[in-house]
């Protein structure tokens, strides 16, 4: 099939993010200008290149994640993974700025080394930003978009040291979660590797 996406597709749901899987979800926290804590998963989210490491997440809507990395300049994308795939799914309620979804799906904080922002403490992983740029996407009519994109520089890596194997991470350990299409997420816990032609 193909379809134009200025017209309808004439399937039951959109698979536009079914084919653009695996994302990684990153679990945005941030702080308001005034202290309230936010935490939410958005899988808009990747690496965009590691030198210096910077990461972008999108926000459909001008969200609290957004409106505060304005107002602080900073953020940690923590990394969902498996184990706290129910913690993960109910700080995605849309819930007032001043609830804290730490609170709401039970999760401790653990302070960070170099932002103000805390970081989810059970997470395996999390990455310590200072943010460098938030743009409004922009169609191929020039009109402006509902979207938002926030890049951020990572200062900061924590790791679990639980995850590390010979000083290498081990997807088996970490079990990362990542977001396909409609309600379907996956977990990558099987690799295999390919060396590069020489
Ligand atoms: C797995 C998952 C991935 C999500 N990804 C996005 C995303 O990429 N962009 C987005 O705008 N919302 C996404 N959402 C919805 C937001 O998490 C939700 O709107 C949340 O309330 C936003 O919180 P905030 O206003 O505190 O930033 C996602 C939700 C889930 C459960």
């Not at 706290?84 to 653990?110: C, H, I, P, W």
């Not at 009109?143 to 890596?157: L, R």
């Not at 990362?176 to 099987?190: H, K, N, P, Q, T």
Request: charged share 20%.
């Amino acid at each position: 099939m193909f379809y134009k996406t200025n017209e309808p597709h004439g399937l039951p749901h959109n698979p536009f993010k079914a084919l653009v899987a695996p994302r990684p979800i990153g679990w945005i926290s941030s702080k308001s200008a005034s202290g309230a804590l936010n935490l939410a998963p958005y899988s808009f989210f990747n690496a965009v290149c590691d030198t210096p490491p910077i990461v972008m997440f999108s926000s459909s809507g001008y969200k609290d994640s957004v409106a505060n990395i304005e107002a602080t300049g900073e953020f940690v994308c923590n990394l969902a993974t498996q184990h706290l795939q129910d913690a993960m799914n109910t700080s995605s309620k849309m819930v007032d700025s001043d609830v804290s979804e730490f609170d709401l799906a039970g999760l401790d904080t653990a302070t960070c080394e170099i932002v103000r922002v805390p970081r989810v403490e059970a997470a395996k992983a999390a990455l310590e930003c200072k943010a460098l740029s938030i743009q409004r996407l922009v169609d191929l009519a020039g009109e402006e978009t509902n979207s938002w994109v926030v890049f951020g520089q990572v200062v900061g890596v924590h790791i679990d040291d639980d995850v590390l194997v010979d000083g290498l991470i081990d997807m088996s350990r970490l079990k990362l979660l990542s977001r396909l299409g409609y309600m379907d997420y996956a977990v990558i816990d099987e690799v295999f590797a390919m060396p590069r032609p020489q």
